[in-house]
């Protein structure tokens, strides 16, 4: 039976159908954890994507038609692409991207292991005659939307303007709130205002070789799996044969932080669990954390959560 909106080949043959009606169809991706894709129809050739993954799974881009374009905005978490060249980029949290067809990712991960965020696709080749004359009469030319932010060339990143963030919360609020008709004027709203856009706001945004990319995760891994042991950064970037500045910058853009402060965070993070869990005293679990001194794992937990360990325990 089809489902008005699936289309399979977007998806992969793991993924399946959670609820449908004509404008919105919601799915599982099938991936480890979560992944869930909300997909509204607002017009023919152009539809709406809210993606919420939770997963550190990397998954391959599905084939679309020749003539895409992809707006997609992060509210939360770090979106990876690779892409055709074996480079390596990153979206980052309050970050929007356009890109077409031929810069699209071939497969997309979330190195902080979330994600959540929407996208507009417009399909060009699907466009029906009257979405265009829509589109003309406001104006909004669909045919060279994304010419002047050099999309034909590079996928085009930004950190996102208030103009623009205004629109993207409001979407993220509308979700299962609001009819589609609020998704369609917000959409046109979103159009609008790309047609403005150039690129004085771009960033400097860098791509990195797929090696690099895997060294440093490599790195990281290990990082995480010797919580409790004083780690030479030096000599890990050294053995992976890679240089330590070069290491330090393809961290930081993976994960949106410094090692240092990653790592600070990862542990409070487990401290915090293992608190609320309440298995473990406050002494034992700094030591597993690589603390030998208390006060310093309580500042430490201070300085992220805002609170002594012993006040966020009792707190839970």
Same mark, same amino acid.
């Given at each position: 039976?089809?489902?008005?909106?699936? %289309?399979?080949?977007w998806?992969?043959?793991?993924?399946?159908?959670?609820?449908?009606?004509?404008?919105?169809?919601?799915?599982?991706?099938?991936?480890?954890?979560?992944?869930?894709?909300r %997909?509204?129809?607002?017009?023919?050739?152009i539809?709406?994507?809210?993606l919420?993954?939770?997963? %550190?799974?990397?998954?391959?881009?599905?084939?679309?038609? @020749?003539?895409?374009i992809?707006?997609?905005?992060?509210?939360?978490?770090?979106?990876e692409?690779?892409? +055709?060249?074996h480079?390596?980029?990153?979206?980052?949290?309050?970050?929007?991207?356009?890109?077409?067809?031929e810069?699209?990712?071939?497969?997309?991960?979330?190195?902080?292991?979330?994600?959540?965020?929407?996208?507009?696709?417009?399909?060009?080749?699907?466009?029906?005659? @009257?979405?265009?004359?829509?589109?003309?009469a406001?104006?909004?030319?669909?045919?060279?939307?994304?010419? !002047?932010l050099?999309i034909? !060339?590079?996928?085009?990143?930004?950190?996102?303007?208030?103009?623009?963030?205004?629109?993207?919360?409001?979407?993220? !609020?509308?979700?299962?709130?609001?009819?589609?008709?609020y998704?369609?004027?917000?959409?046109?709203?979103?159009?609008?205002?790309?047609?403005?856009?150039?690129?004085?706001?771009?960033?400097?945004?860098?791509?990195?070789?797929?090696?690099?990319?895997?060294?440093?995760?490599?790195?990281?891994?290990?990082?995480?799996?010797?919580?409790?042991?004083?780690?030479?950064?030096?000599?890990? +970037?050294?053995?992976?044969?890679?240089?330590?500045?070069?290491?330090?910058?393809?961290? @930081?853009?993976?994960?949106?932080d410094?090692?240092?402060?990653?790592?600070?965070?990862?542990?409070?993070?487990?401290?915090a669990?293992?608190?609320?869990?309440?298995?473990?005293?406050?002494?034992?679990?700094?030591?597993?954390?690589?603390?030998?001194?208390?006060?310093?794992?309580?500042?430490?937990?201070? @300085?992220?959560?805002?609170?002594?360990?012993?006040?966020?325990?009792k707190?839970?």
């Amino acid at each position: 039976m089809k489902i008005n909106n699936f %289309n399979q080949d977007w998806y992969g043959t793991q993924a399946k159908v959670l609820s449908s009606n004509k404008n919105c169809v919601v799915v599982d991706y099938g991936c480890k954890g979560r992944g869930i894709v909300r %997909n509204y129809n607002l017009f023919e050739g152009i539809q709406l994507c809210f993606l919420d993954f939770e997963t %550190n799974e990397a998954m391959k881009s599905k084939k679309f038609n @020749s003539d895409i374009i992809q707006i997609t905005h992060c509210q939360s978490g770090r979106y990876e692409c690779e892409f +055709a060249n074996h480079t390596v980029s990153y979206l980052p949290e309050g970050y929007f991207g356009v890109a077409g067809t031929e810069h699209l990712p071939i497969s997309f991960s979330f190195p902080l292991k979330k994600y959540y965020g929407v996208s507009l696709v417009i399909d060009r080749q699907a466009l029906s005659e @009257s979405t265009r004359w829509m589109m003309q009469a406001i104006p909004i030319d669909l045919d060279k939307i994304g010419t !002047t932010l050099g999309i034909e !060339t590079k996928w085009y990143v930004s950190d996102t303007p208030p103009q623009l963030q205004h629109l993207f919360s409001e979407l993220y !609020t509308a979700v299962e709130t609001e009819p589609i008709g609020y998704f369609k004027i917000k959409a046109i709203e979103l159009l609008y205002h790309m047609d403005q856009l150039t690129q004085t706001n771009e960033c400097d945004f860098k791509y990195f070789d797929k090696k690099q990319i895997e060294t440093t995760k490599a790195i990281r891994e290990y990082l995480v799996s010797h919580l409790d042991e004083k780690v030479s950064l030096e000599q890990l +970037a050294k053995e992976a044969h890679l240089n330590l500045s070069i290491f330090h910058m393809v961290f @930081s853009y993976i994960y949106g932080d410094t090692p240092y402060a990653h790592l600070k965070k990862y542990k409070m993070n487990l401290a915090a669990q293992w608190l609320t869990e309440g298995k473990m005293k406050i002494g034992d679990i700094a030591l597993e954390l690589g603390y030998n001194n208390a006060s310093k794992f309580a500042k430490a937990f201070q @300085s992220v959560y805002g609170m002594l360990p012993k006040d966020y325990r009792k707190n839970r």
